[in-house]
Structures are given as C-alpha cells and as structure tokens.
C-alpha cells in the first residue's frame, strides 16, 4: 500500500512547513502548538514535557517517547508518521521505560507507517485512537488505561498486540478493521468492553482475558478467535456474531448472563470446561463444524431454541469413543436447570450420553438427522420429546427418568431404545416409531394417557406397541398390547356412554337409550370377552371359563331337577346334572335327558347352549391361533 495515498495530509503536503528537531523539540517544551510541519525523527526520549504536545497535520518522521512524562494533554490528530514511533517497549523483554501520559492523549485520524509501539505506556486520562490507520504492527502490550480508551473505527493492517493491557474505564474498541493477528491475552477490562461490528480477519486471542463489566461483541466477524480461561464478571453478548474459524471457549466463566444468538460458527465451537453461573442463550444460533461442550457447566436456565448443528453436536463421548480414548466417564456436560432444545436441528448425531438434567429437559419439535444418543442420561424431571423427528435410532438405553417420558407425534424412522431405562409415565400419542425397544414390564401401570383416563389416546399407544412387539417376535408381549388396546377401546366407550347420560353431547353417542346399550354390552364384554378369554389370547382363561360355566349351569339343574325328564325313571344325580351341563354346553345333546317341554328349564338349557356355541368359537379360535404362531 503507498502510504501517501493513505496519508490524512495529502492533500496539505505542499502547505507543509519545514522545521528542524532542536527548533520542534524548543516550542514543544514552551507548550507550543506545531501544525502543518514537517520533521526529522523526533527524538523527546526520558524528558519531562510540563506543558501540551500538541503535533496536528504534520508529516514526521518517526519519534522517540520512551521514558517520558508528558504533564499536559497530547494531540497527534490527523498526524502522519513515516517511521518507527516508540512510545514503549517492543516487547515483555524490553527493559527501556515508557511513556507517562497525565494528561488527555489523541491519535484521531493519524497514519502510521512503521511500526508503532506503546508498551507499557500510562494513560492516566483519556485515549482517542479514532479512525487512525496502522500499517504495520501495533504494540500496546502491559498498557495502562485508567480512564475511556476509545480505538473506534481504526484500520490495522499488521499484528495487534494488546496482552496484559488494564483498562479502568470504558474500552470502546467497536468498527475496528483486524487484517492479521490481535491478541488482548491477560487483558482486564474493568469497565464495559466494546467490540461490536468489528472485523478480526486474522487470529484473535483473548486468551486469559477479564471482563469485569458488560463485554460486547454483537455483530463483529472473527477468523480464528480464542477465548479460553477468559472470565466474564458481567453480561457477554455475542449476538449476531460470525465465528468463520475455530473458536474456542474451553474453561471460559460465564458469571451473568451470556447471549450467543443468531451468531453463526462456521468451524468447530468449543465450550469445554466452559462455567455458565447465570442464564445462557444460544436462540436461532448456527452450528456448521463440530459444536463440542464437553464437561461444560450450565448452572441455570439454557435455550437453544430454533438453533441448528449441521455437524456433531458433543455434550459428552460416547461410550465406544470413551472405551478408544480411554478416558474415565467425566466429559459429561451438566445442565443443573432447565434446558430447552425446542425446534433444533441436529443434522448429524447428538451425544448427550450420561448427561446430567437437573430439571425439566425440553427436546420438542427437534430434528435428529442422525443418531440422538442419550445411553445412561440422567433426566430428574420430565424428558419433552413430542413432535420430534429422528432419521435413525433415538437411543435411551440405560437412562433414568424421574417424571414423564413424552414422545407424543414423534417420527423415529428407526429404533426407539427403552431398554434397561427407569421411568415414572410414558407417552407417544399419535407417534410413528419404525421399532420401540422396551420392554412389558417397563410399561405397566406407567402409561401416562391411561392414568389421564385418555383412554382414547391410550389405545392408540397400545397399537404401537403391538405392532412393535410383532416385529420383534414376541408373541406374549403382543397379546398383552392387543389386551390393553381392547381394554382402552372398552373404557374409552364406556367414558363417552357415561357422559351421555350426564347431558354431555357426542356424535358416537346420539342419544341416552343408545348409551345404555353401550354400557351393557361393556359390562358383558368385561366379563365374558376380557375376564374369561383375554380377549381371545388366553386358552387357559377359556378353558378355566368354560368349567365355571359347566359347572354353575349344572348346580342350576341339580337344584331344579324336578324340571329335567329322565327315560328310565331314575332320581336325577349330582354326577347326571354335570354331564348333563356339559353335553348342553357342548351341543351334543344325546336327548337321554331333557327339560320339561312346559316348563321354564327349556330356556335354561337354551342360554347354556347358546354360550357354548360361542366360548366354543372361541376356544378352537384362540387355540388355532396359537398353534399357527
């Protein structure tokens, strides 16, 4: 870059005046002001300047301040310098001395050429650096900024150093254009630090950095950034923030409130080791390279609300990687409040294995493009997965749920993995699940729609599990969903009888005679459908129920054996009472024995055979099922 297309006194060269170093140096110490001049190298090194340095739209050459104190206000504005400007040390290793600055100090509008170096310098009152231009490096290194440093708008084109700098007061550092390398490493900031809408084109580190008030960074883009052990006393807004590069947060402390949204992370994201002591926001966020949190530490309320992870989305190892690494169990982040991933999309897989969850853990609306691994998580409240969508296998294998399970509209293309997993109440209403891995004795009592009394709901849950047991082949754990299904049908009917009766409308239940019905036949089915045959999935139960009716049908003939016709005359026996129950029952009816053709046995005797017709049915139903499968 030709620095004289850049110089602020351009257009001013040819009104420039000429004046030696020992004439510049002699007004400068009488506290006069030079303006449009030219000048050799400065050289006002370990000299104690009473009065202004006052140096305006001039052209110098370089110049020399190391060491010394300036008692009055310094104003560089709209200066140019063409060489080296050495204020302080180049570096930690440089044992000169450094200016002292007691008055205001201005580099408005000023180009540097060279390098400039201010280490160490003291500025007891308040810096401008507005607009200037630094072509090449720039050192600020162990400064000290007791009142408002203001480094708004500038343009450094070379390495930025500003380590172990402190800043008492405001730090507004917003507009700034990085070309290469910045580094604020061990920096404190005691008052508010602002970074909005700057432009770090090259690696920037605020490695070690303080933030003890508010730190502002919404908007600026970042290259390569580094934010590693930094500590931020108060809010941290990174809104809107580009991250194009790796950046990385490991062990950074979030004391407030920390607000990462709509920032984009380009490259990896990692927060491992990283403390969130107050409220954490990462609403709308974009994660496109790996977003790692391991071991991370989210003490209260976290939202990534609508965010996205177009790659791996790491809150701790998986087991295998664990096993590979051998590493012990303790990359696990920790979610000590409530976490809501509502509507996020992880495009690729999410590892929440062996997670803490404090409190109520919300995933609902959420997209898993692949693996959503949560083996061994630990949920102390409920677990929110309704409406999600997962490509592949949503793996809950080992976990431990304190409240509910709600998978209610889930879509898991795959398998559904409950094996082994501890719950209170479960719930996938209208879900559509590939296979769900669980297994009967998970389930029971522990439907949540049922307890509701949503029997309606219930029922279609239990159709889930039927077919997901069927696939599985097992064939007790299918009757038993089938059961439960009827169960729920029966009880959902009866509901709708019953508030029918109450003056409660529905269409499935015109009218109260209709209600009527409908709960005598429930009462029937209960008794004679789900108690004696289980629907026709338990033989044992038809052939226990058959007994009973043979037998309660053969006390009624023995107690009323005046009504029964015997040929031969003989007194009608407890023993001829069963057989004749049983071959009613069985409509073999040999015609040896027989009812009064005037009496009321005849019907008696029609109803038995009647019900053996039909638990007949559905014994050799029941019993051909069974030896099909």
């Known amino acids: ?376 998580a630990d949920f102390s409240q409920d677990a929110e997965f309704s409406d999600i969508f997962c490509n592949q296998e949503l793996d809950f294998n080992e976990a431990k749920i304190g409240g509910r399970v709600v998978l209610d509209r889930a879509n898991i293309n795959r398998r559904f993995n409950l094996i082994g997993t501890e719950f209170q109440k479960i719930s996938f209403f209208g879900a559509s699940i590939d296979t769900l891995m669980v297994e009967k004795y998970q389930l029971e009592e522990r439907m949540d729609h049922e307890e509701k009394k949503e029997y309606s709901k219930a029922e279609q849950e239990y159709i889930i599990l039927k077919e997901s047991f069927a696939r599985r082949g097992m064939e007790d754990e299918e009757d038993w969903a089938y059961r439960q299904k009827k169960i729920m049908q029966r009880k959902a009917s009866s509901l709708l009888a019953k508030a029918r009766l109450k003056g409660k409308k529905s269409p499935e239940v015109p009218n109260s005679f209709r209600a009527i019905l409908i709960l005598i036949k429930n009462i029937l089915t209960n008794l004679v459908i789900e108690k004696g045959s289980g629907y026709g999935t338990q033989p044992l139960r038809i052939t226990f129920l058959a007994v009973f009716v043979i037998f309660v049908f053969a006390s009624v003939y023995a107690c009323q054996s005046s009504q029964i016709i015997r040929p031969d005359g003989d007194i009608f026996t407890s023993e001829q009472a069963v057989y004749f129950s049983f071959i009613t029952f069985t409509t073999m009816g040999f015609g040896d024995i027989q009812p009064l053709a005037s009496g009321y046995m005849k019907y008696i005797v029609a109803s038995e055979a009647f019900l053996g017709i039909f638990i007949m049915t559905l014994f050799v139903g029941t019993y051909t099922r069974k030896i099909i499968r």
């Open 1 to 376: 870059m030709d620095s004289k297309e850049n110089s602020p006194e351009q257009g001013k060269k040819d009104a420039l005046t000429n004046i030696s170093t020992e004439e510049a140096r002699q007004k400068i110490m009488q506290g006069e002001k030079l303006e449009n001049v030219s000048l050799a190298f400065l050289d006002l090194s370990n000299t104690e300047i009473p009065g202004d340095l006052t140096i305006e739209a001039s052209q110098i050459a370089g110049i020399d301040l190391r060491g010394t104190t300036v008692k009055g206000n310094v104003s560089f504005a709209q200066s140019l310098f063409l060489g080296v400007v050495s204020i302080g040390t180049k570096d930690v290793f440089d044992k000169s001395s450094s200016a002292t600055f007691e008055g205001r100090v201005i580099f408005n509008d000023t180009f540097f050429h060279e390098e400039a170096h201010f280490g160490k310098a003291v500025f007891h009152q308040a810096v401008a650096f507005r607009k200037a231009h630094f072509e090449k490096m720039a050192n600020f290194h162990s400064c000290e900024f007791k009142q408002q440093a203001y480094f708004w708008a500038i343009k450094f084109l070379g390495v930025v150093i500003f380590n172990h700098c402190s800043f008492e007061a405001e730090a507004h550092m917003s507009r700034i254009h990085f070309s290469q390398m910045v580094k604020f490493e061990g920096c404190s900031f005691h008052d508010e630090a602002n970074f909005e809408d700057e432009q770090f084109e090259g690696y920037a580190s605020f490695l070690g950095v303080k933030f003890h008030q508010m730190a502002l960074f919404n908007r600026s883009t970042f290259a390569k950034s580094r934010f590693e052990e930094a500590e931020f006393a108060d809010q941290a807004q990174f809104v809107k923030t580009i991250f194009q590069g790796e950046a990385d947060f490991g062990k950074a402390i979030f004391k407030e409130k920390a607000n990462f949204d709509d920032s984009y992370f380009e490259s990896k994201a990692s927060f491992k080791k990283t403390s969130f002591n107050e409220e954490v926001s990462f609403v709308y966020a974009r994660f496109f390279g790996l977003a790692s949190f391991l071991q991370a530490l989210f003490e209260k309320d976290i939202s990534f609300l609508n965010s996205q992870f177009h790659d791996e989305a790491l809150f701790n190892f998986d087991r295998n990687t664990l096993r590979s690494l051998e590493e012990e169990e303790t990359m696990a982040a920790t979610f000590k409040a409530k976490v809501d991933f509502t509507n996020v999309r992880f495009h690729r897989r999410a590892v929440f294995e062996k997670i803490i969850f404090h409190e109520e853990a919300v995933f609902a609306s959420s997209y898993f493009g692949e693996q959503a691994a949560f083996y061994g």
